[in-house]
């Protein structure tokens, strides 16, 4: 290293962002570092800005305004946009224009499935879909994103991708049985014939004897036509008639129970195995020519191509001549390509801190490898490097803070001692009421027991249960907006999403279905009509929603029109008795051919009153908010289209942004607005990370522990080199080819190898951590919420603390270290008739239609296409001499070309 290097420990709540600013001001103050000097990454565009603004707020109050003002000339971004940068500086060294155009991971995503379909003939996904058929693959299309997400995070190319299919099909069948001899379609077949009308003739009428034939006779029928799949052969040896016939089926069997030495079975594995990644490293190469074509790059190519000009002697002169801080956020979320990053840039800064906590890698879904992470900790000593720890945890009142110490003081042993895990909390308790719950949600299914969650919910604001205000810092009692509850599944959230809305519990989520809502689908279908005036379904969809008028009343109405002879796209729309929204759109048609897509989208917004109307729906506040962002969301959706269609050189078009709407839902990416409402907020564990509420409420903690053994991720070949971190990394797969059927004897063996047992035991610590980061979000209240019938809890159990969710209700509980601390035990079940929402009595205003008859300018102006006007001269300025012209100019063409000058300026 050319400089220092430090690594500062942040536990969840131990006050990270405030050390980072300390540091960077500190640094900035002592004359330590230029602004010019300092590189600092973030994890989000979010938290880029607070630390900017922190610091150049601490810089104002020590009356340091110069440096204050050069806080404009500091790096301070998200990895990528920091790479950005320097790619529009050192663009002549990296081969590029000097202004690049960036795709978002949106777009980045669509050009990547564009690849795959132009390298995806018919007979290669013809092959693919038939071997994942029989091999009980659902969505090989998400295992092939997968791999090229990975290929490109580790930076391999798509040569190399290639090789990898023969790689991994060799190690996962070196655990299979040597295939057999034997033909065992035709021994299956013979022993079915044989078996099936013997016990038919002895069967009692028993149900399990009766699905017993069934499913022999289409597993014959299966085996002779060649379409049988694993997972059938796997049924057939499971199934069994009734006792006394058992004899009969046990030839059948016996070689059903063969299937995983069947020669077929292995071939298939291997052909699908070098099929998917030959798949991807053509798509990869479709991906990288498609890029070039349209002059784009993406937040990968961006990390690639700095790494590149980091090989440059005249890039690494130029940066070592001016860096004198590298900061880098959340350091153990970073992927691998960015690990090699900043390594490099450490050897180049005068200066290297490194901020983030282990106990918070959480992202192995994402591309970031904890593992890794580890490693490069590990190596810290040799690096010549230090440890800074933050002990103190500013978030959680006390018996949180002991609460979590004694779950994890000892869980992340031996990699980490407990002085890197335990924190000493900063606040007092203030308020009497207990800081840790546990629930149980009473209820035989999933709908049942989240109804009986928002039950406890209700009764725990009821309950007037107080917290300490994160703002003013004094006690109050909690409101709707001071709860978070968190799942591990998006099914998840949007089942507790549902069941709040049904129990009148106002909540917010971050999930897909913008476009399904109903204001959402009355701005389409407004949006649809102005594009094709045929469009009869957008003409029902407008008038059942815009009035709420019933179906049986418009639906009648319709036919009485169609029996008159009336013209079916002309229902309604005429301008005397028609629908006033219908005639609305079709005075604005003759607009519509002038409009931008995100001018036609706003155009019916706003001239069609969608606000307005959706706020007669209901009389309810919160709502009513809701659906004004929702309305805003869909316009943002609109001008990403124009973005998407920017950045890959195609017109943008209003047939073509219907098109990509249906695509964005199809996708499940036309997310739900989230406005700034006092509702419960729902979401996912992993979705929670770095955020913070009073109240949180954790759910799913009873169940299993899922590991990566049948999944995509990247290994290395040999031991972490500090100086290549991407070294000998290449891509590890291994279908499951059984689907649905998981019990199966070969599971246990592969398991129980080293590979299974080295991705178990990293399933079991990732699990823990994301416990730690869903445990550590509350300020003043963690509820622990558990089914009646809880079974093992493999999630929770993986803290070896049972105390946490006792088996017998008491008034308190006993932590490791003796001591207690009060508990809450509540049991909650969904009400039994649930009931009619409740409509509140909110007086909802919005801006009235104005009965002005003062003429107005219009919005916008097409010059060429304006009738003449009287007017009179006001005013009189002198722009300078006219230009002087040759005699004889043509006066017309001269204007139109000044004209076209100015409208493509």
């Known amino acids: 290293m050319a400089g220092t290097l430090r690594f500062v420990s942040a536990g969840a709540g131990s006050g990270k962002t405030y050390r980072l ?58 990895v990528n946009s920091v790479c950005g940068g320097f790619l529009e500086r050192f663009a002549f060294e990296a081969g590029l ?38 091999l009980g693959i659902e969505s090989w299309e998400d295992a092939l994103k997968s791999l090229i997400d990975q290929a490109r995070a580790n930076d391999i190319p798509p040569a190399r991708l290639a090789t990898f299919g023969g790689r991994n099909a060799t190690d996962l069948l070196a655990l299979f049985p040597a295939p057999s001899a034997d033909e065992l379609d035709a021994s299956l077949a013979s022993a079915i014939e044989t078996a099936v009308p013997e016990i038919e003739k002895r069967a009692s009428g028993k149900k ?73 490293a053509k798509a990869l190469d479709a991906y990288a020519q498609r890029k070039r074509e349209l002059g784009v790059i993406d937040f990968v190519d961006q990390e690639h191509l700095f790494l590149g000009l980091l090989e440059k002697p005249s890039v690494v002169e130029a940066l070592s001549e001016e860096l004198d801080l590298l900061l880098v956020d959340e350091f153990q979320d970073t992927s691998p390509i960015q690990l090699e990053l900043f390594v490099r840039l450490s050897r180049i800064a005068r200066e290297t801190v490194w901020v983030g906590d282990v106990k918070q890698a959480i992202y192995g879904f994402r591309g970031s490898d904890a593992e890794l992470m580890k490693a490069v900790l590990g190596k810290l000593p040799s690096l010549g490097g230090s440890k800074e720890v933050l002990g103190q945890s500013r978030r959680s009142r006390p018996n949180l803070v002991r609460l979590v110490n004694g779950a994890f003081g000892d869980v992340f042993a031996p990699g980490l001692s407990r002085a890197e895990v335990e924190l000493a909390a900063v606040r007092k308790e ?118 709420c008028e019933a179906p049986e009343s418009w639906l009648a109405d319709r036919l009485r029109y169609l029996e008159g002879g009336g013209d079916s796209a002309l229902w309604r729309d005429g301008a005397e008795d028609g629908h006033p929204l219908l005639s609305r759109i079709a005075r604005l ?24 109307r959706v706020l007669r729906w209901r009389r309810d506040e919160l709502v009513a908010r809701v659906r004004l962002a929702n309305l805003q969301a869909v316009l943002a959706l609109a001008r990403s289209y124009e973005d998407a269609c920017l950045a890959r050189r195609e017109p943008a078009t209003v047939s073509g942004l219907i098109l990509w709407l249906g695509e964005q839902a199809q996708s499940e990416l036309d997310m739900l607005a989230e406005p700034p409402v006092a509702a419960v907020k729902v979401m996912t564990h992993h979705a929670a990370k770095g955020l913070e509420w009073p109240i949180v409420i954790l759910l799913d903690l009873e169940k299993d522990i899922q590991d990566r053994l049948w999944s995509v991720g990247a290994r290395s070949d040999s031991t972490l080199d500090v100086a290549a971190p991407l070294k000998d990394r290449w891509i590890r797969y291994w279908p499951w080819p059984f689907g649905a059927q998981k019990k199966v004897d070969i599971a246990d063996v592969i398991a129980q190898s080293p590979e299974g047992v080295r991705l178990r035991a990293e399933a079991i610590d990732e699990a ?79 801006f009235p239609d104005p009965d002005s008859r003062t003429e107005r300018l219009p919005a916008t102006l097409v010059a060429s296409a304006s009738v003449a006007r009287p007017c009179k001269v006001t005013d009189t300025a002198s722009l300078g001499e006219r230009i002087a012209l040759k005699t004889g100019t043509d006066m017309a063409a001269l204007g139109n070309a000044i004209h076209a000058c100015i409208a493509t300026a």
């Not at 603004?53 to 020590?62: G, I, N, Q, S």
């Not at 777009?107 to 995806?120: F, M, T």
């Not at 107080?466 to 599944?489: C, E, F, N, Q, W």
């Not at 048609?589 to 307005?612: F, H, I, T």
């Open 430 to 547: 203030l308020v009497p009421d207990a800081a840790f719950a546990n629930w149980t949600l009473n209820g035989k299914n999933i709908p049942e027991r989240a109804a009986a969650l928002a039950e406890g919910i209700k009764a725990l604001i009821a309950s007037g249960y107080r917290i300490v205000d994160p703002a003013s810092g004094k006690p109050r009692p909690a409101h709707y907006g001071d709860i978070a509850v968190l799942s591990k599944t998006n099914a998840g959230v949007q089942s507790v999403a549902e069941a709040l809305r049904f129990g009148s519990v106002p909540w917010a989520t971050q999930q897909s279905g913008l476009l399904s809502t109903p204001e959402a689908v009355l701005a389409l279908a407004c949006l649809r009509r102005l594009n094709d005036p045929r469009d009869t379904l957008a003409s029902a969809e407008i008038v059942s929603l815009a009035d």
């Open 768 to 846: 823990k951590r994301l416990l730690y980061v869903s445990m550590t979000r509350a300020r003043d209240c963690l509820v622990l919420a558990f089914p009646a019938k809880k079974g093992t809890c493999e999630w929770l159990g993986s803290l070896n603390a049972p105390w946490l969710a006792p088996d017998a209700a008491s008034d308190s509980i006993s932590l490791p270290d003796g001591s207690k601390i009060t508990c809450d035990f509540q049991s909650f079940a969904a009400p039994a008739a649930i009931p009619a929402p409740t409509e509140p009595d909110s007086s909802l205003r919005w």
């Open 97 to 134: 224009a000097p202004e690049q155009r960036v795709l978002e991971e949106a777009q980045s995503g669509a050009l990547v499935r564009e690849a795959i379909d132009a390298v995806s003939d018919s007979a290669t996904v013809q092959d693919i879909v038939e071997l994942a058929r029989r």
């Open 589 to 612: 048609r003759e607009q519509a051919p002038l409009l931008s897509p995100y001018a036609a989208m706003e155009l019916v917004v706003a001239q069609c009153d969608l606000a307005g």
């Open 21 to 78: 600013t300390q540091i960077l001001h500190e640094k900035l103050s002592s004359g330590q570092a230029a602004p010019g000097g300092v590189i600092a990454t973030t994890f989000t565009r979010k938290a880029a800005t607070e630390l900017r603004e922190r610091v150049r707020t601490a810089l104002l109050e020590k009356g340091e305004f110069a440096l204050a003002n050069a806080m404009g000339q500091a790096r301070i971004g998200t």
């Open 208 to 280: 399990n004897t009766a699905d017993y034939i069934a499913l022999a006779r289409e597993s014959l029928r299966l085996v002779r036509g060649g379409t049988a799949a694993w997972a059938d052969w796997v049924r057939l040896s499971k199934g069994a008639p009734e006792a006394g016939l058992k004899t009969i089926a046990q030839p059948v069997t016996d070689i059903a129970s063969r299937y995983v030495a069947h020669p077929r079975l292995q071939q298939d594995i291997e052909r699908y195995l070098a099929a998917i990644f030959t798949l991807g």
